[in-house]
């Protein structure tokens, strides 16, 4: 099994990458104005990069405690990434209006006879 699994250093040069992404998608915010929030960003960039931190601790033979840690941290910023996007969706709908009603001229005349007959 350990064959297959890279080397701890191969898991750091994943956590840089997370985190340049999570610059370039900040940076991008801000100078574009719009996009994913950062809250948001942020929430599930630090909820991949625990993930990854928490499988080279274990791949090091870090103590459970830090391995646990490391889980913990990564739910906490899963759930608030979820916390923001819930949020973000919730206000969408209620900006929304509900379609207008389809006005008896604008039906379609069911009672026609069917195509193919």
């Not at 370039?24 to 630090?46: D, E, F, K, M, Q």
């Not at 103590?63 to 899963?78: D, F, Q, R, T, Y």
């Amino acid at each position: 099994m350990a064959g297959f699994l890279p080397d701890a250093r191969f898991l750091d040069v994943i956590v840089a990458l997370v985190a340049l992404e999570a610059i370039a998608l900040v940076g991008a915010r801000i100078l574009v104005g719009y996009g994913p929030s950062i809250a948001g960003t942020l929430a599930n960039c630090s909820a991949g990069a625990c993930l990854l931190l928490a499988l080279r601790a274990a791949m090091i033979g870090a103590a459970s405690p830090a391995v646990v840690s490391l889980l913990a941290a990564s739910l906490v910023a899963h759930l608030a990434d979820l916390a923001a996007r819930w949020t973000a969706h919730s206000h969408n709908w209620a900006k929304r209006r509900p379609p207008p009603p389809i006005r008896k001229e604008d039906r379609p005349d069911v009672s026609a006879e069917p195509l193919g007959r």
